[in-house]
């Protein structure tokens, strides 16, 4: 139960155990093909989506060295670990960062954009670049009104880190009008780490031809020509193709709105468990990330207590980062997550706090009581 690598189905971890095929064959480019136009579904886009190998930071180092120039000013918003990141990224390709950022746990405000976009009248902000759920404090930030504004602005393009929010809650990249969005395989997915992917705009598109940061393996023209072909410039994880074929083929089968409706489910009857246990839910209610709860666990150690819910009944959740460590623990439920899989946990962090003397019998009764509520009428 960590926000990733996240469960892997049978059938497709039947599809990585088939024997590998040429990458330059008839079969592989049915591959292509297939996937291809089902991660256009998941995007809600007729953009490009490019597949890579590589983890989720290929993909958004894709989106910055092949849309942007050296000293180009962007904005970067950061909350949390993976903004920061986009900091670092941008940094060491010598971008100008303005930062817009919040105290972790917190969402970035919209209207901070808006002003900063706003008063940028020389048009010398070539982009806005943010991470949608940030997987380090649960955070869900409000990607629509910001993409919002950064459409008003015109010029400026969107670089957005949807790693932990693809295949988890919406993220409908031509409505939203999106033009660079990267995620990653080991997330909602369900299929294990390795593959990661970019959806490019037109515009996104256009910048690249002025875009003078060095690239090789990550040159997105390359994949968009050999796509062209169906194909790859490079040799790919041919495995993780099969089994992103079949995990895709899965999705496709249970519908969007059936995927973001059994995340906000998983959600609520989290964070309603958690309140019932007297734990303090480390975001604002209002932005829980659907695919992560993160849960502040005041004087007691939350390493500890992990150590614990791993030792006892073999379930791993995941930590704070920086100085959240030790503070926060994290329950991730994106990708292939069922009921069962929430009960349980519920269960064990119950139980935990039980043996602990933090809570009655009656108050690890009243968590599961809740969760199946919330289980039951979502
Ligand atoms: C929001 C977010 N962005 C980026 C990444 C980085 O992905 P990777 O570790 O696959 O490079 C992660 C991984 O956990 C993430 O959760």
Known sequence: MIPGPTPVPEKVLQALSKH??????????????????NLQWLHQTQNDVL????????????????????????????????????VKVAKE????????DSEWGTPLNPEEFKRVLEKDKQKEIKAVILTHSET?????????TISKYIKEHDTALSIVDCVTSLGACNVPVDEWQLDIVASGSQKGYMIPPGLSFVAMSAKAWEAAKKSNLPKFYLNLNS?????????????????LVFALDESLKMMREEGLNNIFDRHNKHKLAMSNA????????????????????????????????RKTIKNKFNILLAGGQDHLKGKIFRVGHLGYINDRDII?????ISNTLLDLGKIT??????????????????
């Open 20 to 37: 590998p095929i040429g990458h330059r064959t008839k079969e592989f480019q049915e591959l292509v093909e297939s996937t291809t136009t």
């Open 51 to 86: 597949t890579i190998t590589g983890s989720g930071t290929a993909a958004m180092e894709a989106g910055i060295i092949n849309t942007l120039s050296k000293g180009d000013k962007v904005i970067c918003g950061e909350n949390g670990k993976f903004g920061e990141r986009w």
């Open 361 to 378: 019998v009656q108050q690890a009764g009243e968590a599961l009581v809740v969760a199946s509520k919330y289980l039951k009428e979502n």
């Open 93 to 100: 390709f010598g971008l100008e960062v303005i930062k817009i």
């Open 344 to 348: 349980t946990v519920i269960s064990a």
């Open 136 to 144: 380090s404090t649960g955070v869900i930030n409000d990607l629509e």
């Open 274 to 305: 958690i309140k019932a246990l007297n734990l303090k839910l480390f975001a604002d209610e209002k932005y829980i990330s659907p695919s992560i709860t993160a849960i502040s666990t005041g004087e007691m150690d939350a390493e500890e207590f």
């Open 223 to 239: 994949y968009r020509k050999s796509l062209s072909s169906k194909s790859n410039p490079y040799t790919p994880a041919v495995n």
